[in-house]
């Protein structure tokens, strides 16, 4: 649980920013015909925008460790025990690459992910073909996806950490994560702009609750691989197919209208969905939790000859925190 707060709070940060960024320029850049007055509304929106970035970029210098003192994995352990000249960083790409179960759900995750970066970049432009003069409302129904989309990460997360069903859950929540944008791409047309919120909120739930999921998913599959480098080849795989699938949908409504649109990304999402069930759930880090937790029975501690312990004792030191870590999450459910 601790190790996937962990996660979830980068998430739900990541959530928070994508909601204001949905709330606030549909305030401050209304829809004006006169030129010179929205260049005005967008360069204060910039100034803002660069205000902001400015005082985290300052934070970040002087309130942000170059890393933790305890680290919070047991993958990170294990690689602070390795000498820095025998780790290769190209050597754990190519063995991730190399690794099927995890290519897979590469793929299906930007294919998810894609989708919904699609769909927030292009909400606007659906709502204001359907809905004229609703600017401030697409923008509420953007805020709705992700703040729905924050409360189904948590849930999501919570019903992961009991049940350990991470291929089934991930399964699951992709096919309504389908089913959802199916119901939404049926009724954005129908003139009732409160359906479209609800149907939005639904389709951010699961859509936006996938996240995290992914990347519990990936960490489980590549243990003892570091998870920035799984996590990042799965914002990789995202970026990519977003790009690609915002141009796409973006054509396609030019020529074919909304639903069109909407159908290309319910395909892209099936074809994820029945890649996700060809994911082979091998538990890599939950296996080495249970040996961990097998063997603190026998772990002894031996009386520090120096001060100054050696690398070897300070691995061993490391080895001990997850052990009684993993005894703690069992026995009392941290």
């Known amino acids: 649980m601790l190790q ?103 793929v299906s995750y930007g294919l998810n992910v894609g989708c919904f970066y699609a769909v927030s970049t292009l909400l606007n432009r659906m709502i204001i073909e359907h809905y004229p003069g609703e600017e401030v409302n697409a923008g509420r129904i953007g805020l709705t996806i992700v703040i729905a989309g924050m409360v189904g990460s948590l849930i999501c997360g919570i019903w992961l950490d009991k049940t350990k069903t991470y291929k089934q859950t991930t399964l699951v929540v992709y096919v309504l994560s389908l089913i959802g944008m199916l119901v939404y791409a049926s009724t954005l047309n129908l003139g009732h702009l409160w359906v479209v919120f609800v149907t939005s909120g639904v389709l951010g739930f699961f859509m936006t609750g996938y996240l995290p999921l992914g990347f519990e998913f990936a960490v489980e599959l590549t243990y003892p691989e570091s998870e920035g480098t799984s996590s990042g080849l799965l914002n990789c795989s995202a970026q990519i197919f977003g790009i690609i699938f ?74 001990l925190y997850f052990v009684l870590q993993q005894v703690l999450l069992v026995h009392f459910g941290c």
């Open 246 to 319: 915002t141009i796409a949908q973006g054509k396609i409504i030019d020529r074919w209208g909304t639903l069109a649109g909407n159908i290309f990304l319910c395909i892209f999402l099936l074809i994820g969905a029945i890649m996700t069930g060809f994911i082979k759930s091998n538990l890599r880090r939950q296996k080495a939790n249970l040996q961990a937790g097998g063997q603190s029975v026998s772990v002894s501690i031996s009386p520090m000859a120096s001060s100054h312990p050696s690398r070897e004792n300070m691995c061993l030191r490391l080895s």
């Open 4 to 106: 996937y707060v962990r996660r979830n709070e980068t998430i739900l940060a990541l959530e928070m920013g994508i909601a204001i960024g949905f709330l606030i320029p549909p305030i401050l850049v209304p829809n004006v015909d006169n030129v010179e007055e929205l260049a005005h509304h967008i360069k204060i929106m910039f100034y803002i925008s660069a205000g902001v970035a400015t005082i985290i970029f300052i934070l970040v210098i002087i309130v942000f460790q170059e890393k933790p003192e305890l680290p919070p994995t047991q993958a990170q352990a294990q690689a602070r025990c390795i000498p820095p000249e025998s780790y290769s960083y190209l050597a754990s790409i190519w063995r991730l690459l190399r690794n099927k179960p995890f290519m897979l759900l590469v």
